[in-house]
């Protein structure tokens, strides 16, 4: 941990437990809508040192970029579906407040500028915990993660914090939660490991990173399985808070956005195509039962929209009819 972050999660830690309680929590300045407000709500009554990670997350995002907000409200709407899948699956009381906890801090290594692997002392930290966690059998299911650190500390893998913010998030988290406290050892390293897993389901990630080390499979280094509950509830989480139709269906929205400046598109059609199968792709990555119909209803929210952007008629396949698009074509 460099010197500057490891002052700022002391001083953190230092105002959370020294502040006396104020009239309003941190979040309230951040809209979050129903029906994930009252889902957190339930989590903080339930738990209710979980405000402390939540002010830990709100803190550090007002600190890393000039306007939090969307960043805030997206960790408060995958840790609210987090435990809406947890109470469905009957997950201990123990059990959910990890699954919150770690949710609450999936991306919180995601815009801080110095968490990167291709920075000595962060690949440093990243590996003493990947070597611990696997010590504790941790990432069985991924014999090839953490295989290949050529493929890690490339320049376009390991500096991308998009693509490996998972890892150094599990960093991060652990560190930011030793100076919380209130969390053992083994705790911390379950969330740790959750947080590492978060990320998997993204398969154009995955494709990036084969392009990039130019071989099949690089991207196994790089992204683990989820294994436990917690991670596959915030493997979930995270995919499903993508299927949000404003972010998706809109002109100028997030994903048409993205389709645009990421993947090439050039007229509405090419938007239509290439969000449509990016998103039918991220529906089939779901790991639990109810992250599964979760995706099955946001899908069969936005699909429709998705086919009146490429002018079809809803019985039309897109695929079928339009076949994969042009830049995921060598990637099916």
Not at 252 to 280: C, D, N, P
């Amino acid at each position: 941990m460099t010197s500057r972050r490891f002052k700022f999660i002391g001083a953190l830690a230092f105002s959370l437990t020294m502040a006396t309680p104020a009239f309003a929590t941190a979040q309230d300045a951040y809209s979050l809508p129903e029906p994930f407000l009252s889902m957190e709500k339930s989590y903080l009554k339930d738990s209710p040192d979980l405000q402390k990670i939540m002010d830990v997350m709100i803190e550090t995002a007002t600190r890393q970029v000039k306007d939090p907000t969307q960043d805030i409200l997206h960790n408060r709407l995958c840790s609210a579906l987090v435990y809406k899948m947890a109470s469905e699956e009957s997950l201990d009381a123990e059990e959910r407040r990890l699954a919150v906890a770690g949710d609450l801090l999936h991306n919180i290594a995601k815009e801080e500028k110095e968490m990167v692997l291709t920075d000595p002392a962060q690949m440093s930290s990243a590996r003493e915990m990947v070597t611990e966690l696997k010590s504790e059998g941790y990432f069985k299911k991924s014999p090839q993660f953490w295989s290949d650190e050529q493929v890690l500390t490339n320049p376009k893998i390991g500096g991308n914090r998009a693509l490996v913010h998972h890892i150094t998030g599990g960093v991060m988290a652990g560190d930011l939660l030793k100076q919380v406290g209130g969390y053992s050892g083994k705790e911390i390293n379950a969330i740790r490991a959750a947080i590492v897993e978060h990320s998997t389901g993204y398969w154009y990630f995955r494709a990036s990173i084969d392009d990039i080390a130019g071989k099949p499979g690089a991207w196994e280094s790089v992204y683990p399985e989820p294994e436990s509950n917690i991670a596959k509830f915030a493997h979930d989480a995270d995919l499903i808070s993508q299927f949000v139709p404003e972010s998706v269906v809109p002109d100028g929205s997030k994903w048409r956005m993205l389709a645009q400046k990421r993947w090439g598109a050039k007229t509405t059609q090419e938007e239509g195509h290439i969000v449509y199968y990016v998103f039918l792709r991220l529906f089939e990555e779901a790991k639990t039962a109810p992250g599964k119909e979760m995706a099955r209803e946001r899908w069969n929210t936005i699909k429709p929209d998705l086919i009146k952007l490429m002018g079809l008629n809803q019985d039309q396949d897109p695929i079928k009819v339009l076949g994969v698009p042009k830049v995921f074509a060598k990637q099916s």
